[in-house]
């Protein structure tokens, strides 16, 4: 956990936005949604990148929900806290999550890139779920671990991109800023889901992991999973085809299990059963 006392820097002021690029990769080849496709390597390598660019506005986008919502939730639980430290800690993490939001958001501006948010089931049960959850609960904290987890192994994914591909420099410094952070942040949520599902007894724990199943599930989809929208802005048609041949996938299939299993691998061991 960082120190609150540390020197605030804030992520917008540390990226050159003069130097947004679009002939470049925004995420890496192999880890667009289509890698491995065959139609889809057909394809000029600038189409290839153009999906690139919108798949990671597809994640930026989600990572303005999910950071706003976990913002409005920080919020109470630092208003309920009576341990200054405690208090301090969340109040340090709503100001990174808002550093992070205006830096997608001025990406998302910057880039031209207009796509309509997507309106997928994750998106649609996200917020009046999430304001029903307890926050500090052991689902509260659970749905955090992944919502903090999952971003940030594609981010890491991203930054090993670089060694193969010529990545957007602005890409690569707003990744770097969000996996630093944003490892702070999911340890953070581990230690209090583990402490929070200590506290559980068996039912609850077990009606606890019924009802986290299916969220990860959501979540993951929409992840690894982008709408039609993406396919529509990025120009390929017909977007019914190519979201059935990614649906098939077997190379997104993998990197899905892989960015996920590690935070399943976390909520077995501290007793959810997911």
């Not at 405690?86 to 890139?113: D, T």
């Not at 207009?114 to 009046?128: D, E, K, L, S």
């Not at 953070?188 to 559980?200: I, P, V």
């Not at 990025?234 to 190379?251: E, F, I, K, Y």
Request: aromatic share 8%; hydrophobic share 45%.
């Amino acid at each position: 956990m960082s120190s609150v006392t540390a020197p605030y820097q804030d992520p917008v002021m540390r990226i050159d936005w003069s130097a947004v690029d679009r002939e470049c990769w925004w995420l890496p080849p192999d880890a667009l949604s289509l890698s491995g496709v065959p139609e889809f390597e057909a394809l000029p390598c600038a189409v290839r990148q153009r999906l690139s660019q919108f798949e990671y506005v597809h994640l930026l986008q989600t990572g303005l929900w999910l950071e706003a919502l976990f913002i409005e939730r920080l919020a109470l639980l630092a208003g309920r806290c009576d341990d200054p430290d405690r208090r301090a800690c969340y109040l340090r993490e709503i100001r990174e999550e808002a550093g992070h939001s205006l830096m997608f958001g001025e990406l998302i501006r910057r880039s031209g890139l207009a796509v309509v948010p997507a309106r997928t089931g994750a998106v649609r049960w996200a917020p009046p779920l999430g304001r029903a959850i307890a926050p500090g609960s052991a689902l509260f904290w659970a749905l955090v671990v992944a919502g903090e987890e999952v971003p940030n192994r594609l981010n890491i994914r991203l930054l090993r991109g670089v060694e193969e591909v010529t990545l957007s420099t602005v890409v690569y410094r707003m990744a770097r800023i969000h996996v630093r952070d944003e490892s702070t942040h999911a340890a953070l949520a581990r230690a209090q889901c583990e402490a929070a599902t200590k506290r559980l007894g068996t039912l609850r724990r077990e009606l606890f992991s019924i009802a986290l199943a299916p969220m990860l599930r959501a979540l993951s989809n929409h992840f690894h999973y982008p709408p039609p929208a993406i396919y529509e802005s990025a120009g390929l048609h017909p977007v019914a085809r190519w979201r059935s041949l990614m649906r098939r996938n077997p190379v997104r299939q993998a990197l899905a299990v892989a960015t996920l299993e590690p935070t399943l691998e976390f909520l077995r061991r501290i007793g959810l059963r997911v």
